[in-house]
Each structure stands twice: as C-alpha cells, then as structure tokens.
C-alpha cells in the first residue's frame, strides 16, 4: 500500500531533549516535507526536500532540523525542544514539488513541557 | 507571498444538503490543490486542480486561475463529510512552499 509512515504518533516530551520524528514513504517520490498545524495558523511549511542530500527551509524552519540521505527517509529533528514547538506534525511527499499526489502522514501529535 | 482565503470559515449542514466552499487566492498559481481533514485529523487529498474542472463522485472542483478563484462542491452530503477542508496554492517560480488557507470546518448533521 502506497503511504506516508509517520512515528510515533504521540509523544511527550520535556524541554530541552532531543528528539527524532521519523518519517519514510514507499511511492519513491522526490519531494517532502514537514509541516506544522496550530489552531487559528492552519498548515505551515516548516522544511522541504527536493530530492537526496537537497533540503531547504520553508516557512517556520526555526528550531527544527531535517536531513534527506535516503530517498525514502526524512526525519525531523528537534535539538532542543521548547514548549511553543508543541503542535501537530505532519510529513507528506509527493511526486515532485508540484504537489501531485501530495500524499500526507497520519500525523505526530508533539507536547513538550 | 501569496494569500489564500477560504470561506465560509464554518459550515454546518442537514445529510443531503449540496454546498460550495470557495477559495481566493491573491497572485498567480502553478498549482492548486484541496484536502480534506477527517474528525480524527487525517489528511487526504481531494484534488489537484491548476485549472478546469474535476469530478469525484459526489465531489468535484472548479479552478478558474484568470480570476483566482477555487470552488469545492459537495453534493448530497453525508455524515462522513464531516472535517476540515484546505486548499493549498503553489505559486511556482522557484517557490517550493505551498500556501495553506485557513480551512473551512463542515458539520453535517444526520
């Protein structure tokens, strides 16, 4: 089944540990990304990947971290985690930065305190 | 950047009711595309529409990028319609960053 696994799908966390969204896709597509949901914000890009070891900051790219050294994979990084990076997380790729088939995960749903 | 405007923000329905969402964008797009997000916070995609019109079932979508402008029609409506519907817009032009609207969140009631 073509899909977007996102793990894990809740986390709690303190502030300040690091911590690792994983996040991998079985339709070898070249674009992902990583986006963040807020009541009130909608979706907000927070990195995308054109395509192996090419990675590039969207729209809130401030304390997040991601690499692309796999096709398949792409992780999001939080080095020092803080409770205003509490939100929903959500990954999606698709077939090229056009957005067709923009296929998204099932979603992380991240506390930090 | 671009601006992306839906409306209604909420919509509240009987089963069976037909319904438009609209949504505005501010500048050129190579690309448009709606989503639908359930109660329990999946997203899916609806549609990949730069332009024209689309049918799936009893949904379909109409793009009319000179006047930029996105219509999402949903026809006898179903409990299972229920959720949050984005569009999102690409501008293109070395822009990879799609441009979410705010949503329009849709009740139906049975």
């Known amino acids: 089944e073509a899909q977007v696994t996102q793990n894990p799908r809740y986390l709690i966390t303190v502030t300040g540990k690091k911590l690792t969204v994983t996040c991998s896709q079985n339709?070898?597509?070249?674009?992902m990304s990583w986006y963040r949901q807020d009541p009130g914000l909608g979706l907000r890009q927070i990195y995308y990947?054109?395509?192996?070891?090419?990675?590039d900051k969207g729209d809130v790219p401030e304390g997040y971290k991601v690499s692309r050294k796999e096709k398949r994979n792409f992780p999001l990084i939080l080095e020092s985690p803080s409770p205003n990076q509490t939100s929903l997380y959500f990954c999606?790729?698709?077939?090229?930065?056009?957005?067709?088939?923009?296929?998204f995960g099932s979603g992380t749903r991240l506390t930090v305190v | 950047g671009i601006q992306v405007e839906q409306s209604p923000p909420d919509l509240i329905l009987q089963e069976g009711a037909n319904s438009t969402l609209r949504c505005n964008f501010s500048?050129?797009?190579?690309?448009l595309q709606w989503f639908h997000q359930n109660p329990w916070g999946q997203l899916i995609n609806l549609f990949y529409?730069?332009?024209g019109t689309k049918q799936n079932g009893r949904l379909s979508a109409t793009t009319v990028a000179t006047e930029r402008y996105s219509l999402l029609y949903i026809s006898s409506s179903q409990t299972t319609d229920s959720g949050v519907y984005f569009c999102?817009?690409?501008?293109?032009?070395?822009?990879?960053?799609?441009?979410f609207g705010r949503g329009t969140s849709l009740i139906v009631h049975p």
């Open positions: 999102a817009a690409y501008t293109g032009g070395g822009s990879y960053i799609p441009t």
């Open positions: 339709m070898n597509h070249e674009y």
């Open positions: 990947s054109m395509n192996v070891e090419v990675t």
């Open positions: 999606a790729s698709s077939l090229s930065s056009r957005m067709r088939g923009y296929t």
């Open positions: 500048d050129s797009v190579n690309n």
């Open positions: 529409i730069p332009s």
